[in-house]
Each structure stands twice: as C-alpha cells, then as structure tokens.
C-alpha cells in the first residue's frame, strides 16, 4: 500500500538535531498544531479498557523513574508525539522517498507490522502509545499521524550521521517540574570519548557493551558506529558486521519513551547494514528495570517444588503477576517468538467468546497453544519443543493474558512480558564493558550494575557528579571495582549543570582488591 514512487521534485534535506528540534520540538508550529488535537482524541478514548491500562502502565514505570509518581495526561501525550515521530521516521529512514500518506500504511508503521515484515521484530510493538489506533480513536489518529508523517516528508533520514532524535528527546521526555533533569543528558563527544579514548573501542571491536540506563541511546549509538566501522575496515562484510553488533551491544531503561527512541537510533547507527537484505533481527534494547531481576523460585530450595527456576513479573495491577520459566526468561528471542505467537491465540479466543461461553473459549484455545508449545517447530528460533513444565507455566501465564484481553485490555501485556525480564538474561549474559550516566540516578547505580551484568576482568565507565566521592561510586553491591582513572570535566563548558567527572574502574576479586589498596597504604 505505499507508494515509493512519490518523491516530491524538491531535494530531501539532509537534517541537523538542531533542524530536527526546530521542524518537530515543543517550540515548533507542528507540535503546537498537533499537541492539542492529541489531547482532545485521548480525552476521548481515556476511559475505555485498553487505553486506561496503557496510560496506568506508563504511570508505573515514570514512578521509577523519577521516585514518585509524576505522570499527567499532558505528559502522556507529549510522550505519544515523541513516540509517533520516532516510529515515522524509522519508516522513512528504511524506506526514503516513500508517501506515508494511506490509512493502512500508517497503522502498520505505528503498531509494527511493516518492520516486521522487513526482519525486525521487536523493533516497534503493542505498547503504551499505539492506543491512537483504538477503534474509537482510530479514524481520527490515522489523519493526525498522515499530517505528522507530511511534516517529515522534507527530509532525508537515510544519510543522516547524528542521533536526530535525542534533541526532541530532551525537549519534551521530562516532566515540566523536573526540566532540570535536561541538564544531565550525555553530549556525543563524551560518549565517543569514554568508549574510545579511554575504552579503546575501535581498537578492540570484539568487546560486548551494555548501557544499563541507556535513555535516548547516546552510547548504544556510539557504540555501534565504532565497532561496525572498525569490523569493516578489517574485511567483514555487511551481513558479519551486522551479526556481530547485535550480539555485542546491549541496552536497557525504565523509561518508556527512551527504549522506543533508543532503539530508533540503534536503527539509525546500523545503517545500510538494515537497508539492504539482512538476517531477521531483534534489536537488544529492553524495557527493563536494571536494579531489579524478576524473583526467581531459584532463590529457595528446593525450587518450591518446581522443575525449574520460575520468575515472577509483578506489574502493579492489584493482584497481577505473571510467571515466567527460566527456560523462557533467559531467551529474548523465545520470549519474542511465543509472544508474537500468542497473538493469534488471543485473536482466536476473541473469534470464539462470540460464540461460545468465555470459559469453552479460552479452554479451546489454551489447548491448541499447548499443543503448540509440545510441536516441534522447525525453521523457527525455537525448533525444540518445550519441557512439559515450562509448557504448563507458559500456559498459565497465556491464560492470564487471554482473560485480560477478552476484558478488553488489549495486547499490552505481550510487550511488558517480552522486555521485562531481560535484565535476568543480560544479568546472564555478561559483558566486557558497562558504560552510562548516572547523573540524576543514586550514587551506587552503575557500580550495582557492573556487580550484575560486568564480567570479572571487564571495565565500568560511568560519568557521576564529583559531589559523590568515587569510593561511594565504586563501592555498592557485592563487586570489587578497582579505579583505573579519572577524567576530570569540571573545566568542560558547556556541560552538566554539576561538576561531573567520568570514572573507568576494573572488576577484579575481592582479594585483589584488597591487595592493590594495601600497595596503596
């Protein structure tokens, strides 16, 4: 339903995060054209199941993480603006020059089909801002998004070489009382500079990266420039480059609004490594609590009685948490898989419920996914079958899920469950270097995250304020971190609105450590 052959006469332009800011940011005629008329449809639709969790989830999360809650309707709408513009212009930036002007083509770029069928899966889903695709919403919503996609239509997001995105971000992600959070953000050169200068990034592009609190994704976006750049230069081709980075460069936040824009940017920094024919794609930016891994029965003995580790997801729902087997939690792309999967189920169980009592539908629908579940599948991520017990936990949680949206609540809770364990994985997984901000988050935040996912030998590199004193930085959780050097940034401006320093320090044994501070004394 596209029409790639619309190129308007006039040159594309190329833009700047300053243009960008300018075309689409809270000071411009779009914004103020367009921020009203979202408001009035949300006004309209705040009430209905689907959009009232949405907008209860996105509270949630903001509750982490500012430490209270601070979420409006007017926020949330901001927050859907920035959302909708980051979905618009990864389409373009696939696919350039093409009129996003049809109804059907414009549904399929906010709620993810189109990138799915391009081999990026997880890249765009089901969550807290599609509820302008609402049935009561919809008519309205698509024509508010044609006007926002006419906006775009100027410029040329295939040749673009900055993070276009992080000026709007900042612009418009924080609430009005909390403007002085802007002030913390990452400049572009002192991402480069920690990961290169001081990380030797290009120098050794084997090393695997995670942002535990990547934001707007200035590091992820570094990160993958120099490694594929440093990947090519040494006779990779494009498909090798593109398998290494996704496996080596992970991210992760709380915030709802970063982890989309986040991973638009991760789009944008892969290039013409996704423009061109690629292997199917997950791009490994999560929706994730860094602090917090889901309970786990592993944690007691003997398993509570279980085959396997089970973890539980807490949502904040009264009375809702969802279970998880190891088996499950521990692999993104069967988390994806099963989830994607289920969505024909649900589609299923809501065809049946019209004909059928609501408890004969979910049974009959229950059974068809366990046999699903039990089935070989091959040519798929997951060919094996599940055990019997992962099948069996797998099956109480579908059918939570179905009950939830035959009550209409929609497909929402498919998103939460494919992101939320994924600090259990990375946790896991493990990494050579944990980077980030940690100004405005607690003073121990990156030192417990390089206790979680940094492995022994790996190097931390985090910017903090110089208030806290790198002992404090250096010393939460159970890690040994020993300080490799400072950089000093009080004398960089503009900067941070607090002095601010970066900190490289080392994971080692705790004996180690002990010894290198006794040398010291």
Known sequence: MTDSGSDSPRQKVIPTRQEFVAALGPASPTFRRLFPELQALYQQVAEAPEVAVRYRQWQAYLSIVYGSAVGDP?????????????RLVARLFLEPGVLLAHPEDLAATVEGAYFREQGIDNFIEDDFFTWVLHPDAAETGIELLRRLA?????????????????????????PETRHDLGEYYTPDWLAEYLLDAELGLSGNPERSVLDPACGSGTFLFTAIRLITAARLQRGEDQFEALIHVLDQVMGMDVHPVAVTIARVNYL?????????????????????????????TAQAEPLGGYAEPVHTVHTGEPGLVFELPHTVATSPEMLDWLFNRLTQYLAGAELRSLVQEREEAIQAVLGAFHNYLRSPKPRTPIPEPLNPFATEMMLRTARRIIELCLDGQGHLWLFILKNLPASVYLAQRQFDLVVGNQLGLADGFMARCADLYLKLGGLVAMVTAKAATAEACLSSGSAALKLERVVDLEGVSPLFKVPAWGLVAQKVAPGALRQAQGERG
């Open 74 to 86: 007017a926020l949330f709408i901001r927050h859907t603006y920035l959302s909708l513009t980051a």
């Open 150 to 174: 006419q906006a775009l239509a100027a410029y040329d997001f295939s040749r673009a070489r900055q993070d276009l995105l992080k000026g709007l971000y900042e612009g418009l992600v924080d």
């Open 268 to 296: 944008l920094a892969l290039g013409d490594l996704v423009r061109g024919p690629h292997p199917p794609v997950l791009l490994p930016v999560y929706l994730s609590n860094a602090l917090v891994l889901p309970g786990s």
